[in-house]
């Protein structure tokens, strides 16, 4: 089942309340909690350090994301500093990377920038996620237990354009705030890209700053404002599966009755393309060839955006039923 934002339940662990105490107790100050989850389990919190200026950058971060299993590591809490009323850009950010934490029981290396090619925020310059560590340090990146024991860590995760990423890969975290000057610069998605690209060609993407405010205070993880295919592709990762344009590529077959009827039932078949029928269809309708028509998942998922969340976890042979336009979905037998 899913949560009231259409989004598939994360499977969590039993808690260890080393993590919620530490996201409860971060800067000394209380959260303030978003109204939206991830994946209907991973509660997302704000804060702003009492040490920052006015209108100083806001941290948000994950409240359960460390209870989702991972394999060769410690759990991690996940965490983005943005402006104030950017939190929905740092929701994308966090919902991308949670949602590869869950599919694929890995964390986000440190250092190793997760560059998609083009811009994944609309408006914006932003191609890249790298995962880094605080400002704060070990005081914020280390989650211990009451006996003192390490038992995970808080990666923040640092919304880039690509020719910051290049610098990134290159020149790690310390080379680029080199080039940036400060923290502080590379916080804004609103930003010309504080690093030129490769001859000096402009960095696409840019749109105008009445938009990208627009865009940066009302992304979600769904919709116009979020990469069409999942996260982007790690840089130098064997485990990447592809880009975001490969699967925004992948087929998607689908009854003419969708002119009339919403999706009822949305499967990925072994093969890899998705069939979606309306509940509407007969055997001797589908029988016959004319009937069907194909399409990418991209411009699928623009004419049912609350389908999305399904097309970025579903895996061969599962089947998503949806009663209604609300995004949520069960999964079939």
Do not use: C
């Amino acid at each position: 089942m899913t949560d009231d934002g259409g989004a598939p339940a994360l499977p969590l662990a039993e808690p260890d309340e080393s993590f919620p105490l530490h996201v409860w107790n971060a800067f000394g100050v209380t959260p303030r909690v978003l109204t939206e989850k991830i994946g209907g389990s991973v509660m997302v919190v704000a804060k702003t350090p009492p040490d920052q200026d006015e209108g100083g950058p806001v941290t948000v971060m994950t409240a359960g994301v460390g209870r989702l299993p991972v394999d060769g590591a410690l759990p991690v809490e996940l965490a983005v500093e943005v402006p104030p009323g950017q939190e929905g850009a740092a929701l994308v950010a966090l919902r991308i990377v949670a949602n590869d934490v869950a599919t694929r029981r890995r964390v986000p290396p440190v250092d190793t920038p997760w560059r998609n090619g083009t811009p994944f925020l609309s408006g914006t310059q932003i191609a890249a996620i790298v995962a880094t560590t605080s400002r704060w340090g070990a005081s914020f990146d280390e989650v211990r237990n009451p006996a003192g024991e390490l038992v995970g860590h808080v990666r923040t995760l640092r919304l880039i354009t690509d020719p910051e990423a290049a610098v990134m890969a290159a020149e790690g975290w310390a080379g680029l705030l080199a080039r940036a000057g400060s923290i502080d610069a590379l916080l804004d998605v609103q930003r010309t890209s504080t690093v030129p690209a490769p001859g000096g060609a402009p960095v696409t993407g840019a749109g105008n700053r009445a938009e990208n405010t627009r865009n940066a205070r009302n992304a979600r993880p769904t919709g116009a404002a979020s990469p069409v295919g999942g996260p982007p592709t790690p840089v130098n990762d064997a485990g990447a599966t592809g880009t975001t344009d490969a699967r925004s590529r992948m087929p998607v077959m689908l009854s003419r009755l969708h002119a009339q009827h919403p999706p009822r039932w949305l499967q990925l078949a072994p093969d890899g393309s998705f069939r979606s029928f309306t509940g509407a269809e007969t055997a001797e309708y589908t029988a016959d060839a004319a009937n069907v028509e194909v399409t990418s998942l991209a411009d699928y998922v623009r004419r049912f955006p609350w389908t999305e969340p399904f097309t970025l976890v579903a895996r061969p042979g599962q089947t998503a039923r949806y009663d209604d336009a609300s995004g949520r979905y069960t999964l079939a037998d």
